[in-house]
Nanobody, 129 residues
């Protein structure tokens, strides 16, 4: 059974940093894209960042560019999201996602929520002002 387990969320003051981790089990995703999405109360789930299978291609939503970095360790079957200069509007539940397909790297594909087949349970990030 495939599982994605997020960790690293919490409460932080504006301007602070957090590093989210997502550990996958049940199958390897070393040849698949992985991404981070978030959902704030009363809002739809939205794309945050994604990384292709090799780590050679990354994309970000405009609101986090320059503040967040997505990375992966295929040996550990884990993807990370380093978030710096956090703002109150970053408050949301952050979800990790993984694609069942392999070798897809197109940026439009990576940024699309329906491209992902596996989802974690989410980790809460709260940024206080």
């Amino acid at each position: 059974q495939v599982q994605l387990v997020e960790s690293g969320g919490g409460l932080v003051q504006a301007g602070g940093s957090l590093r989210l981790s997502c550990a996958a089990s049940g199958r390897t995703f070393s040849r698949s894209a992985m991404g981070w999405f978030r959902q704030a109360p009363g809002k739809e789930r939205e794309f945050v960042a994604a990384i292709n299978w090799s780590g050679s291609s990354t994309i970000y939503t405009d609101s986090v560019k320059g503040r967040c970095t997505i990375s992966r360790d295929n040996a550990k079957n884990t993807v990370y999201l380093q978030m710096n200069s956090l703002k109150p509007e970053d408050t949301a539940v952050y979800y990790c996602a993984a694609d069942a397909e392999i070798y897809y790297s197109d940026s439009v594909y990576l940024g699309r929520i329906r491209s992902y087949d596996y989802w974690g349970q989410g980790t809460q990030v709260t940024v206080s002002s």
